[in-house]
């Protein structure tokens, strides 16, 4: 096992915590499955609050990106079952274009974070990359547009690239080694 630092990194952590959870109710957005209903405990537990959790550990080593992503898909996992939850037992009524516009900022801010991971590694970069066309084809489902569906298959594949990620940075860091390999940068290390 690899000597012991002062603190260890929490990004697998989150990174499962979001893959997790996305393949779960992407598998539901896709129509593999009916209800969401499971996925929506698992959105406050896993989705969102491990990956706050993680985002304030990230803030600890110094990692503003880190941070920042998962601080704000923690939040967005809690905002979206707290949604639900409230939807679906009347205390909240959510039109599809109010639901579809958010989708859409969260598409907008998606875009924006994938640009930095031109300076990452390809798998962070694939993960961002299929989230922010996720977030933008359920956005415009929610629109009328009828792409749902096919953003539940990316969004698929966006979770299982993201729990690829955190068993990469795990197993490397267990054998003290690249055994998984992420990439390297898209855009290089200049």
Do not use: H
Not at 36 to 59: D, M, N, R
Not at 78 to 99: K, Y
Not at 111 to 120: D, G, H, P, R, V
Request: glycine letters at 14%.
């Amino acid at each position: 096992m690899p000597a012991d630092t002062d603190s260890g990194n929490p990004a697998p952590l989150g990174l499962v915590g979001f893959g997790l959870t996305t393949v779960l109710l992407s598998s539901v957005n896709a129509g593999v499955f009916g209800s969401a209903a499971v996925a929506l405990p698992l959105g406050l537990a896993f989705g969102g609050t491990i990956q706050f959790v993680a985002g304030v550990f990230e803030y600890r080593e110094g990692n503003t990106f880190g941070m920042t992503a998962f601080c704000s898909y923690g939040a967005f996992w809690w905002w979206f079952a707290l949604l639900e939850i409230f939807a679906a037992n009347d205390i909240l009524s959510v039109g599809g274009s109010t639901v579809g516009f958010a989708l859409l900022l969260w598409a907008l801010f998606t875009l924006y974070m994938w640009i930095s991971t031109f300076k990452l590694n390809w798998a962070l970069w694939s993960v961002f990359l299929t989230l922010w066309i996720t977030f933008a084809l359920l956005g415009l489902g929610e629109l009328g547009y009828g792409t749902s569906a096919l953003g539940g298959w990316i969004g698929m594949l966006c979770g299982l690239l993201a729990m690829y990620t955190s068993f990469a940075e795990v197993t490397n860091w267990a054998w003290d080694r690249v055994v998984v390999p992420v990439g390297s940068a898209p855009l290089g290390d200049d």
